[in-house]
């Protein structure tokens, strides 16, 4: 909801006030945005007892630490709200209030008077199935790290007692302490890794987990055992630290997914408002999109998002495609035609007869498309499960070999075989392998969303780190996807203003570009808008129209040619022109630039007109590029680029780029797309710039390379360690050396990803 | 050697006391919202 689009002159307010908080800058950006109107959220609030309701809200626009006090504090001064908690961490607010004495709409009225846009989520929908998980391995974390701690405590007495000189008692106390603390916490932090072992074996297959499950279990029991006849040598230590260290590996791994995928969540519940159904009697009702069948009738607002496919009942607008197709002009629509969900109503409100999606609409074909797409790249396998295919048997083996090596070979006792047998599995455990990964695309992933750029998972990361082209779409990703005026400067200023006070009164994507230029006017009063052709006002006794040439009644030969969106303001038959072209994003010619220095290939791939894309292509240098380009069309061409051996980078915005953001090795949306894109995108970037797709790729080519030093450095230690172990050098004080250290070295080694700059242009856009 | 008996229970207690705490503060919802009491601190009410 943005509250400053209801005053005709709010924006340009905000605009000339340059002390304006980061949240109003940013409500006042997101202006061309749906309106998501208070009586939306009715259908999500949730009656209790006592009349008591909640209601679950996401918080679009929070950027700052005041927004938490201005939030919970505007809400809590109301009478009737028992409670408003907003979480900062997943920008998740909680209301619950008495009904007696408020409402919804008027809660969500407060939040829009604040400047904040809000849309209602289903918390049971978003269940913390997750969650549990999460505080599991947690759990089981802190258990194993409390073991670990004390065991480890323990067994440096031991071995000190070694070198000196212990008596046989006291070693014997200490064994049996270890085992008192190590057992019991094996038995709770191992489930994860014994249930996940278990069910890969009976199912035939072997997984890191096997290996890490056969020598925690081994050494604790061939430990228990030389306890009880007075041993030497125990293992305690290292199976539980051995434990620690891998659950902390996991839980990196767990909470990066769990972060991408809430704020995943929150992107996408942004869409999930509701419709306004018409009932038989004419009753307007808020229903969710969910409950919406075809065939039910649905009033859309001038400036509102079209929530459903459907057929235009009544009434005659323009409907803003950008979204869909890439054209950037909107197109007047007449009863009897097909209008689709995500695309805008600027014009005048309208009924939509609900039709389901079926065969042959645009919306159908998208989708098929795209789950076509979508299997070519399931084939792709993570760099950590390439590793474990062949890691795990190769780990098995050596263990097997030293076992009968030692037993058969040099005649050794089957205790000290299996002893030596164990030692080679504990120090072989993927600990620096198991944390070489997950430490660094948790890094990774920080960073990005520091700078504005979800990923959303971490193999996106690994595939976009092996791209070598860069294929972008024009409209909404080169280009803003707004129009702006081009001669602003040849334009009286006061015409400009009379313009923009005409302009007020719509939504049109020009009159929006006009305001923007035309700083704070009064709006005009009782201001006509004719749908496709323009506005028309009377002012004293003269009459002022503004819109297309023949509207304003010039002729064809009069103005400037231009090949783009032009408007026309006659009034006192003196015809000003006004002409218009899509913004390029601010540093795109830079960006583009930058990529190709460094050795990409770049291509534009675009659904507008030949003479538009090209003028965009020679404006910022790329020399590759295709016009008129259908959803296949872009498809043929990635196909064709990867038949070459070419690994293709997709940026794009409309629905119509849905397909090919599937279809390519890896893909990067900005956060104005469609639903469709930004669930296809691997990668999605917030504000104006177009450098997030820069740092996008320049964050994965350094995780990449981190990741493969880790391996390295884990390779190295197994290639030390391994030889070591087989020929039963390896006391339990080798292996909790070794172990301990190569885990180390592995973490910060990954920490260095948080170490590279940041693009500064990032902190402009976000402050 | 006496000492032992009772430095080891000693040393044991307080990591239980450690784990015990971290627990308590897992299940009490410490760690949903690691920004917002940062934030909130700065309220002056």
Redesign the interface.
């Given at each position: 909801m943005n509250v400053t689009s209801d005053s005709p002159t709010g924006t340009q307010n905000i605009q000339a006030a340059p002390l304006a908080s980061c949240c109003e800058i940013a409500a006042a950006m997101d202006l061309a945005d749906e309106v998501i109107r208070p009586a939306d959220v009715a259908s999500y609030v949730v009656a209790g007892k006592d009349g008591i309701s909640d209601l679950h809200l996401i918080v679009r626009n929070m950027h700052c630490p005041s927004c938490v006090r201005q939030i919970e504090g505007g809400l809590n001064g109301n009478p009737g709200v028992l409670t408003a908690r907003l979480n900062a961490t997943t920008h998740r607010l909680h209301l619950r209030w008495n009904t007696a004495q408020t409402d919804a709409a008027s809660l969500v009225g407060v939040l829009a008077d604040l400047g904040y846009e809000v849309s209602p989520y289903d918390p049971v929908k978003l269940a913390a199935s997750a969650n549990t998980d999460d505080k599991d391995l947690l759990k089981a974390m802190a258990v194993s790290g409390f073991a670990a701690a004390n065991v480890m405590l323990i067994s440096v007495a031991v071995w000190a007692g070694l070198a000196q000189d212990m008596g046989e008692a006291t070693r014997a106390l200490m064994h049996w302490l270890s085992a008192l603390i190590a057992l019991p916490a094996v038995a709770y932090a191992g489930r994860p890794f014994f249930r996940s072992a278990l069910s890969a074996v009976s199912h035939g297959r072997t997984n890191m987990d096997v290996p890490i499950s056969l020598a925690v279990l081994l050494a604790c029991g061939m430990s228990l055992f030389e306890t009880t006849r007075g041993g030497d040598h125990v293992y305690f230590d290292a199976s539980v630290s051995l434990l620690f260290f891998l659950l902390i590996g996991r839980f990196l791994d767990r909470s990066l997914r769990r972060k991408v995928e809430s704020a995943a969540q929150n992107l996408l519940s942004l869409r999930a408002v509701s419709a306004t159904v018409i009932g038989p009697d004419g009753s307007y009702v808020s229903t969710p999109i969910d409950s919406i069948r075809p065939g039910m009738s649905v009033a859309v607002a001038a400036g509102e998002r079209l929530p459903v496919d459907g057929v235009l009942a009544s009434g005659q607008t323009e409907i803003d495609t950008s979204m869909v197709t890439g054209e950037s002009l909107p197109r007047p629509t007449r009863i009897g035609d097909k209008v689709f969900a995500g695309t805008v109503n600027v014009g005048a409100p309208v009924t939509v007869t609900v039709t389901a999606t079926d065969e042959g609409t645009l919306l159908s074909e998208i989708v098929s498309l795209m789950e076509a797409a979508e299997q070519g790249r399931a084939k792709y396998v993570r760099l950590a499960d390439r590793m474990a295919r062949w890691y795990a048997p190769a780990v098995h083996a050596v263990a097997l070999a030293t076992f009968l090596g030692w037993f058969l070979i040099a005649g050794a006792s089957w205790q000290g075989a299996l002893m030596i047998a164990i030692t080679v599995l504990i120090v072989t455990c993927p600990c620096a392998l198991g944390l070489a990964v997950p430490a660094v695309q948790a890094g990774a992933v920080g960073r990005l969303l520091k700078a504005g750029i979800l990923a959303k998972s971490g193999d996106g990361l690994e595939r976009l780190a092996s791209v070598d082209t860069v294929v972008f779409d024009k409209t909404g990703t080169l280009t803003l996807g707004q129009p702006e005026l081009v001669d602003q400067h040849d334009i009286a200023l006061a015409d400009l203003k009379r313009a923009a006070s005409l302009a007020a009164a719509s939504r049109h994507p020009l009159s929006l570009a006009l305001r923007r230029v035309a700083g704070p006017v009064a709006a005009l009063q009782s201001v006509e808008e004719i749908p496709g052709q323009g506005l028309k006002a009377t002012d004293g006794q003269s009459e002022i129209r503004l819109g297309r040439r023949e509207f304003a009644g010039v002729s064809a030969n009069e103005g400037l040619a231009h090949d783009g969106p032009e408007l026309w303001l006659s009034e006192n038959d003196r015809h000003i022109q006004f002409r218009f072209n899509d913004t390029i994003r601010p540093d795109a010619a830079t960006v583009v630039s930058a990529l190709q220095q460094d050795g990409y290939a770049v291509e534009l791939l675009s659904g507008d007109r030949e003479d538009a894309v090209a003028r965009i292509a020679k404006e910022l240098g790329i020399t590759a590029w295709r016009h008129g380009c259908t959803p296949q069309d872009k498809i043929a061409r990635l196909d064709t680029l990867a038949a070459r051996g070419h690994r293709v980078c997709m940026v794009g915005d409309g629905l119509n780029d849905a397909p090919a953001l599937a279809a390519a090795f890896a893909s990067i949306s900005p956060g104005t797309a469609a639903d469709a894109s930004q669930t296809a995108a691997d990668f999605i970037f917030q504000g104006q710039h177009l450098a997030p797709v820069l740092e996008s790729l320049k964050t994965a080519r350094v995780s990449r390379s981190l990741v493969f030093q880790n391996f390295t450095l884990a390779l190295a230690y197994n290639l030390i360690a391994v030889p070591v172990a087989a020929s039963g050098l390896a006391t339990p004080l080798v292996a909790a050396i070794a172990m301990s250290s190569s885990s180390l070295v592995v973490t910060l080694n990954a920490l260095r990803i948080k170490l590279g700059h940041i693009l500064p242009e990032f902190h402009n856009d976000r402050t | 050697?006496t000492a032992?008996s009772f430095l080891?229970p000693a040393?044991?207690f307080l990591?239980?006391i450690?784990?015990i705490a971290?627990?308590w503060a897992?299940k009490n919802g410490q760690?949903?919202?690691?920004?917002?009491a940062?934030?909130?601190m700065?309220?002056d009410d």
């Open positions: - | 050697m032992l080891i040393a044991l990591g239980l450690g784990l971290f627990l897992l760690f949903e919202d690691l920004d917002g940062a934030h909130r700065l309220d």
